[in-house]
């Protein structure tokens, strides 16, 4: 009797090169590993950012290394991708499209918080009282400024564009 295989592990090994794309052995992190990572780091800097809503001061800390996390992420694809050449005019666009939207997003929403907590502070709004609350606070921000850019990255970068060789 042959070897079918398993439907499983075919899946996994599907849905590994989608996500991680072909050319993970070489050090190059693909667009949706990137997004998958970032994601990741998000949900910990939510998590954390809960954590220090409720009380708990082991949230900041949480949330300071999710968002230097993201800075690595950020930091290391950077630097794979180009080195320390210049950027091209796509990628330039990109990455003011990216710093534009993650830089927008926080902004409205802590405008609308800081709206928000002049009518509704008595009933229950959240507002920091203590210094680790206002340190969760700003890490939260810059984390998530960070990680919109990187999500907003990879999803802009064409597929063609992150298989590239330097050499090709």
């Known amino acids: 009797m042959a070897y079918e295989g398993?439907?499983?592990?075919?899946?996994?090994?599907?849905a590994a090169m989608r996500v991680t794309g072909r050319q993970v052995h070489t050090g190059k992190i693909g667009p949706k590993t990137t997004?998958?990572?970032?994601?990741i780091f998000m949900s910990l800097t939510v998590m954390g950012m809960y954590l220090a809503v409720q009380?708990?001061?082991?949230?900041?800390?949480?949330?300071f290394s999710a968002a230097m996390g993201s800075l690595a992420i950020?930091?290391?694809?950077?630097?794979?991708?180009?080195?320390?050449?210049p950027l091209d005019e796509r990628e330039r666009a990109i990455y003011?499209?990216?710093?534009?939207?993650?830089?927008?997003?926080?902004?409205?929403?802590?405008?609308?918080w800081s709206l928000l907590l002049g009518n509704f502070a008595d009933d229950g709004l959240w507002y920091p009282r203590q210094s680790f609350e206002?340190?969760?606070?700003?890490?939260?921000?810059l984390g998530l400024m960070t990680q919109i850019g990187i999500i907003v990255t990879g999803?802009?970068?064409?597929s063609y564009a992150a298989d590239l060789d330097e050499n090709d």
Not at 6 to 14: H, V, W
Not at 134 to 141: Q, R
Not at 155 to 158: E, N, Q
């Open 6 to 14: 398993s439907r499983i592990a075919e899946g996994l090994d599907r």
């Open 35 to 39: 997004i998958v990572a970032t994601l």
């Open 55 to 63: 009380g708990a001061k082991v949230g900041q800390g949480i949330v």
């Open 74 to 85: 950020k930091l290391f694809n950077d630097y794979k991708a180009r080195g320390t050449g």
């Open 96 to 112: 003011w499209k990216s710093n534009a939207l993650g830089a927008m997003v926080p902004l409205v929403g802590v405008a609308v």
């Open 134 to 141: 206002w340190v969760a606070l700003s890490f939260f921000l």
């Open 155 to 158: 999803w802009l970068t064409p």
